[in-house]
C-alpha cells in the first residue's frame, strides 16, 4: 500500500524553511508543536489550518417541535441537535463541522 509522507516540524522550524525559500506548493506539513496541518503555497508561503475546536462554528435558527410551536435553536459542533421525526418522537443527532 502506497504512503503518504507528511515532513514536520514546530512552527519556527516550518517559519525558518519558508524564509529560506524551501518549502513547496502543494506540499503538506505537521506543526508538531501546534498539532495543525499547512499547505505549503510557494517556497516562502504556506498556509496552516484552524483546528476543528478552533472554527468557533455556531448559529441559532428557529424550528418548529411537534406541537407546532417556534422555538429557536443554538447549534455549536460537538452538541446534540434535537429532532422530531414524522411521528413527533424526539431525537439527537451530534452535530459535527
Given at each position: 500500500?502506497?504512503s503518504l509522507k507528511i515532513k514536520?516540524g514546530?512552527?519556527s522550524?516550518?517559519?525558518a524553511a519558508?524564509?529560506?525559500?524551501?518549502?513547496?506548493?502543494?506540499e503538506p506539513?505537521?506543526?508538531?508543536?501546534?498539532?495543525?496541518i499547512?499547505i505549503?503555497t510557494?517556497?516562502?508561503a504556506?498556509?496552516?489550518?484552524?483546528?476543528?475546536t478552533?472554527?468557533?462554528?455556531?448559529?441559532?435558527?428557529?424550528?418548529y417541535k411537534?406541537?407546532?410551536?417556534?422555538?429557536t435553536i443554538?447549534?455549536?459542533?460537538g452538541?446534540?441537535?434535537?429532532f422530531?421525526d414524522s411521528?413527533?418522537?424526539?431525537?439527537n443527532?451530534?452535530?459535527?463541522t
Open positions: 500500500m502506497p514536520r514546530s512552527r522550524q516550518i517559519d519558508a524564509s529560506s525559500g524551501s518549502l513547496n506548493a502543494g506539513y505537521l506543526i508538531t508543536d501546534e498539532s495543525r499547512a505549503g510557494s517556497t516562502t504556506y498556509t496552516a489550518f484552524a483546528k476543528q478552533e472554527t468557533g462554528f455556531s448559529a441559532s435558527f428557529p424550528f411537534a406541537s407546532g410551536v417556534s422555538d443554538a447549534l455549536v459542533s452538541t446534540y441537535l434535537p422530531f411521528s413527533g418522537s424526539a431525537k443527532i451530534l452535530l459535527t
